[in-house]
C-alpha cells in the first residue's frame, strides 16, 4: 500500500479542476445577485457597444461559466506539464479583469449599469485568481 501512495504522489497536480467548477457557479451566482441588485437600484443594463446590448442573467452565465470551465482546463492541462504556469494564469486572468473593465464604464447607458458590471468583472476576476491557486503545493512538495 505505501508503494502505492508513493507512486501516486509522484504525479503532481497543479490544482484540483473541480475547484475551478465550483468557483464558476460561485461567480456566476454572486454575479446574478450583483445584476438583480444593480437593477433594484435602477441600472438600466443597456451597453452602446460591445458584445450586448442588453445584459441579462442569460449573458453573465454564458460570460462566467463557459470562460471558466474552457480556460480552467486549459490550464490545467498546461499546469500538469509546467507548474508553474499556474501562477502565470492567474496574473494573466487578473491583467484581463482590469483591462477589461474599461468597457462597462465606456459603453454603459447609465453610471449604475456601469458600476454594476465593473463590480461582476471584479467578482469573476477573484474568483478565477483564487480557483487557479496552486492549493496543491504542499501535496507536490512533500514527494
Keep these: ?6 507512486q501516486y504522489k509522484k504525479f ?3 490544482f484540483n479542476y473541480v475547484q475551478v467548477l465550483i468557483a464558476a457557479f460561485g461567480a456566476m451566482i ?7 441588485v444593480s437593477e433594484a437600484a435602477g441600472a438600466s443594463m443597456q451597453f452602446s457597444g460591445g458584445l450586448f446590448q442588453q445584459l441579462t442573467v442569460m449573458e453573465i452565465v454564458r460570460f462566467t461559466v463557459l470562460p471558466f470551465a474552457i480556460l480552467g482546463l486549459i490550464t490545467f ?3 500538469r506539464a509546467t507548474p508553474g504556469f499556474c501562477r502565470i494564469a492567474q496574473w494573466i486572468g487578473v491583467a484581463v479583469v482590469v483591462v477589461s473593465l ?3 464604464i465606456l459603453y454603459a447607458a447609465d453610471l449604475a449599469s456601469g458600476i454594476g458590471l465593473a463590480v461582476i468583472h471584479l467578482i469573476v476576476g477573484a474568483s478565477w485568481y483564487l480557483a487557479v ?9 512533500a514527494t
Design 1 to 6: 500500500m505505501s508503494a502505492q501512495v508513493q
Design 12 to 14: 503532481k497536480m497543479p
Design 30 to 36: 454572486s454575479s446574478i445577485f450583483v445584476f438583480f
Design 77 to 79: 492541462w498546461i499546469g
Design 102 to 104: 474599461i468597457n462597462p
Design 133 to 141: 491557486n496552486n492549493s496543491n503545493k504542499k501535496y507536490n512538495e
